[in-house]
């Protein structure tokens, strides 16, 4: 589905891919981690084209993306933090969102309801909380119908109810076919979800594989402990 | 394009500051006319103003719109759209919304006073021209400056000190050089001085076709002695239209390459 090839990116003298190679199979959830600043949104950004690579090569079903734009029509894509037009309301924004996108086949009031959005669809975006706005967010990912979902740090701001909900979310995605690719900080949250992990650290990927191999590749008997014993040594 | 420009648009519409900017020019049309009594006056007086104000509010306008729809263009460039898509709908929308303030508030007062039935239709009509186009001119700038800065204290800084030196100081340069050089021939420096100035450019424009040669300056009567008034005009527009457009491909240029 996807297929990274000795992909670069520099912001001024600060390297931050240096030579990811990667290639995600159709129909997986697959984690991204590392510590911060390991280029995860880096890599995110550039599948999606926000970021433009000094070197490599990113391909989405065999076909290059770098300067292309039409194929974001097949990536549904949940940003890190939720930045929407102030004085736009959320009907508004959704009905925007639609417009642009131009897809008939939209889900969004079951995943109104199922988010219990309804007392806030006639208020401005700007006067809402950071779990509401996360909320309208995953609503604006999920109601498209794309083969690749990418959710960059899903979990920020949810309260435990909406977590479940995320995670059935994702479960029934992945049960259509869909690609997911994750990234987060909650190990326990990538423990449950994902079925595969590639773990970047200095531009590069440190590991990819199962959770179970990355526990056997460490020594250590939880996920949490593995990727920790990572940094440490890598840190050391 | 249309829909990113459309949705600018309407969000520039519901903001204060767009109502303001026309309530403004309703009133000093109003003001003019019926203190002056006269079109043609009127028309002189609110060149100054035009001339002035008009860069002023686009590159301020141009690059509080930028930073402010910073989010807005972070949520448009995950969809399947073309980056200069998103840019110049952004541009457009707000080039668009400040020059139909500009036009429909002085547009109000000129026609209530009756411009139809005057000769000076003409003058207020390459008046208005003349404020959209620095308009689109001075909007397009400030996206440049904008999409080059990320530090917003710092973008807003050079949109005033662009507008500055465009209004003020390159006009004392200009004079300057003109009297420390004095000895040399110096009309085709300054001629070419004045396309370097899209300010000075308006001014000339409108005068030219004004013809008020007292009130033309140096550059002024060399424009219209070197290209007499209709080609003087019609080279103006053109170079007026050079101004937007080669900060409008500027801002494709920019947006093509920059990182998220």
């Excluded at chain 1, 642009?100 to 199922?114: G, M, S, Y």
């Excluded at chain 2, 000129?110 to 001075?138: C, K, N, P, Q």
Aim: no cysteine.
């Amino acid at each position: 589905m996807i297929e990274i090839k000795d992909l670069h990116k520099k912001f001024g003298k600060n390297e931050v891919l240096s030579g990811v190679n990667l290639s995600v199979d159709r129909g997986k959830i697959i984690a991204v981690l590392g510590p911060n600043g390991s280029g995860k949104t880096t890599l995110i950004k550039s599948i999606l084209g926000m970021v433009v690579p000094n070197k490599g090569e990113i391909l989405l079903d065999g076909k290059s993306v770098l300067g292309k734009w039409k194929y974001r029509e097949s990536i549904d894509y949940l940003p890190q933090i939720a930045n929407f037009p102030h004085n736009l309301t959320v009907k508004e924004l959704i009905r925007m969102i639609k417009d642009l996108r131009k897809q008939k086949n939209v889900d969004d009031n079951a995943l109104i309801k199922l988010f219990k959005l309804e007392p806030f669809l006639g208020k401005k975006l700007g006067n809402l909380s950071g779990g509401t706005k996360q909320k309208v967010n995953i609503l604006l990912t999920f109601m498209f119908e794309s083969p690749l979902i990418i959710l960059d740090e899903p979990t920020s701001g949810l309260d435990p109810i909406s977590l479940i909900r995320l995670k059935e979310l994702i479960y029934s995605e992945k049960e259509k076919g869909k690609t997911i690719l994750i990234t987060s900080h909650i190990m326990s949250f990538v423990e449950e979800v994902s079925e595969e992990i590639v773990f970047l650290l200095e531009g590069k990927i440190y590991f990819k594989g199962s959770i179970a191999e990355l526990k056997d590749k460490t020594g250590q008997p939880d996920f949490e402990h593995a990727i920790a014993s990572i940094l440490t040594q890598s840190y050391a | 394009m249309l829909k990113i420009l459309k949705y600018s648009f309407y969000d520039l519409m519901r903001s204060r500051w767009s109502y303001v900017y026309f309530g403004f020019y309703l009133i000093l049309g109003f003001v003019l006319l019926f203190l002056n009594n006269n079109v043609s006056k009127a028309v002189i007086t609110l060149m100054n103003v035009i001339i002035i104000l008009v860069p002023l509010i686009g590159t301020i306008f141009g690059v509080m719109y930028y930073y402010n729809s910073k989010e807005f263009t972070g949520l448009l460039l995950a969809q399947p759209l073309k980056r200069s898509t998103i840019f110049l709908g952004q541009y457009f929308g707000v080039a668009l919304s400040l020059s139909m303030s500009l036009v429909i508030g002085l547009g109000i007062p000129f026609v209530a006073y009756g411009i139809f039935m005057s000769d000076a239709i003409w003058d207020f009509g390459l008046l208005l021209l003349t404020g959209a186009f620095l308009t689109f001119i001075f909007t397009a700038l400030s996206f440049n400056i904008g999409l080059r800065n990320e530090n917003r204290i710092k973008g807003f800084g050079y949109a005033i000190l662009l507008w500055l030196f465009m209004a003020v100081i390159y006009d004392g340069i200009l004079l300057m050089s003109l009297m420390i050089f004095a000895d040399y021939p110096l009309d085709t420096f300054s001629l070419t001085a004045s396309m370097f100035n899209p300010i000075d450019l308006s001014r000339i424009l409108i005068l030219l076709k004004l013809d008020i040669s007292a009130l033309m300056g140096y550059t002024g009567a060399l424009f219209q002695k070197f290209f007499g008034t209709s080609l003087g005009i019609f080279l103006s527009i053109s170079v007026l239209a050079l101004w937007v457009l080669i900060p409008v491909w500027l801002i494709r240029r920019v947006a093509r390459k920059k990182d998220f």
